[in-house]
């Protein structure tokens, strides 16, 4: 049996990583704030925010009382909204800022203990929001941003355990997300889940000797959006 935690598990590309890992048969604890609607008999979910460090640990309890080692790690918790930066307020620029660079600092840093040395694989969903700036995404491009620094110093500092950390860039997915975001936006180029899903089983199911560091993937006739 191998082991996942995968963060943003109640929805949009958490819930469906999820979903596909439990076809490949690892036992997967699914992370999220307001919980995911998956019944499996191994899959684990668990309530908590990845924002707040006292939670963190008792994520970490509750994996413990089944395993003591971490196959895999999956961060896919994330907010994006979009707004011009004079109609963004600095709480909204600092919640992008505390879910997706301090939640996955939280993550990767109390799960060195789990993580097998020589097989252990940290996969971050970033974005191509990382690479570029997009007008009215100032705080996603900066969070996203700064992730990429945060991930770049993990693989340093992990990889004489041989711990691989793979960054997937994609450019705007039809998620429910865009619902919320503007529903006006147009999918017609926008990747599918299962063009998701499909790089991510490339890069879970190759050797562990194998690295990926970073993957970024897009309609051919699209970007961000």
């Known amino acids: 049996m191998k082991y ?34 998956i019944d499996h008999r191994n899959y684990v979910d668990i309530v908590g ?3 707040v460090e006292e939670e963190i640990l008792d994520i970490f309890d509750i994996v413990s009382e089944e395993t003591e080692e971490l196959d895999l790690i999956v961060n896919a918790a994330g907010i994006f909204t979009l707004s011009e930066i004079s109609q963004t307020e600095s709480l909204h620029f600092r919640d ?7 939640g996955t600092f939280h993550i990767i840093k109390h799960s060195e203990r789990f993580l097998l040395d020589n097989e252990g694989h940290v996969i971050t969903v970033s974005s191509l929001a990382s690479k570029k700036g997009y007008s009215g995404n100032s705080a996603y491009c900066a969070s996203k941003f700064g992730l990429n620094g945060l991930l ?41 889940t299962d063009d998701f899903i499909g790089v991510l089983d490339m890069v879970v199911s190759a050797p562990s000797h194998v690295q990926f560091p970073e993957i970024q993937l897009m309609h051919r006739n699209g970007g961000m959006v």
Do not use: Q
């Open 152 to 192: 770049a110093t993990c693989r340093e500092e992990f990889k004489g355990r041989g711990i691989r950390f793979t960054n997937i860039l994609p450019g705007a997915i039809d998620t429910p997300l865009w619902d919320e975001v503007d529903e006006s936006i147009s999918r017609e180029f926008m990747l599918s």
């Open 4 to 37: 996942a935690l995968v963060t943003g598990s109640s929805s949009g590309i958490g819930h469906h990583v999820c979903e596909h890992l439990l076809e490949m048969n690892y036992m997967v604890f699914g992370v999220s704030r307001r919980g995911a609607e």
């Open 96 to 102: 992008h800022l505390e879910t997706n660079i301090l």
């Open 49 to 51: 925010d990845i924002r």
